[in-house]
């Protein structure tokens, strides 16, 4: 297993609150009971869903904004070679001892901008993920863009991210944060959530052809979660790289 952590400058396209306070929870990323229980619980769906379109064995997989780990562990799990990038040095830390402890294959984190490793590696990748990522930096098009930049041609490119609505507002923020107490109060601001027309044209500037959308939604009563066809709240993006891409 090849488990390294290296470090650069961060680009400007962060917040640095949005860093403090994701890196002030590193230590918890995984506890299956902490503040990121909906990580865990739908992780199985977006990795079942990402494998379904673009099988990962085999291929080189980059995790943007992968935090303490849990999407890139398990596509590593899954054959995929994997790089976790993200800012939070703390965070990447916690990824970084999680895969010697479990011992996952063909895993490794740095400490680098989505924007500066486009610049280092582009048309690197097979498959990029960027997942619950885009609504906590100050600007989304220039993380899709630069995801863009790093997938090869016939690659796949996974967004998953926030809509902005009254139904998203009242479900994601206030049920979410303040009622059932699932997320830490403040985890998002509906200022920056994106609705699908909006990512959907960022996509197309950076020159993905949008191929599948997909809405996940949670049931309090089961507490569970599920892919359907409603995004009215969270949904996904599967997005691919023309062949003919330069």
Not at 12 to 30: I, Q
Not at 58 to 72: F, N, R, S, Y
Not at 174 to 198: D, F, Q
Request: a neutral charge; proline letters at 6%; charged letters at 20%.
């Amino acid at each position: 297993m090849n488990s390294t952590t290296s470090s650069t400058a961060p680009s400007l396209n962060a917040d640095p609150a949005e860093l403090a306070k994701f890196s002030a929870l590193a230590h918890r990323w995984w506890d299956p009971n902490s503040e990121f229980k909906p990580l865990h619980q739908i992780n199985p769906l977006r990795l079942e869903w990402i494998n379904s379109i673009a099988p990962l064995a085999g291929t080189e997989t980059l995790d943007v904004g992968c935090g303490g780990g849990i999407l890139a562990d398990s596509m590593a799990r899954r054959g995929a070679n994997v790089l976790g990038i993200d800012l939070s040095d703390k965070a990447l830390k916690v990824a970084q001892l999680h895969a010697l402890e479990t011992e996952t294959p063909n895993i490794r984190y740095q400490n680098v901008s989505v924007e500066r490793l486009r610049d280092e590696r582009p048309a690197a990748f097979n498959v990029v993920t960027c997942m619950e990522m885009l609504e906590h930096v100050p600007d989304p098009a220039s993380v899709v863009r630069a995801c863009a930049g790093l997938v090869k041609p016939g690659g796949w490119v996974f967004f998953s991210t926030l809509n902005r609505n009254l139904k998203s507002f009242a479900l994601a923020i206030v049920g979410a944060e303040y009622i059932l107490n699932m997320l830490p109060r403040g985890t998002h601001e509906y200022a920056k959530m994106i609705r699908p027309s909006e990512l959907a044209q960022f996509c197309r500037e950076a020159g993905l052809d949008l191929r599948h959308t997909r809405g996940m939604t949670y049931n309090p009563l089961t507490q569970r979660y599920s892919l359907g066809n409603d995004t009215d709240v969270n949904y996904l993006f599967a997005t691919q790289k023309p062949l003919d891409s330069v």
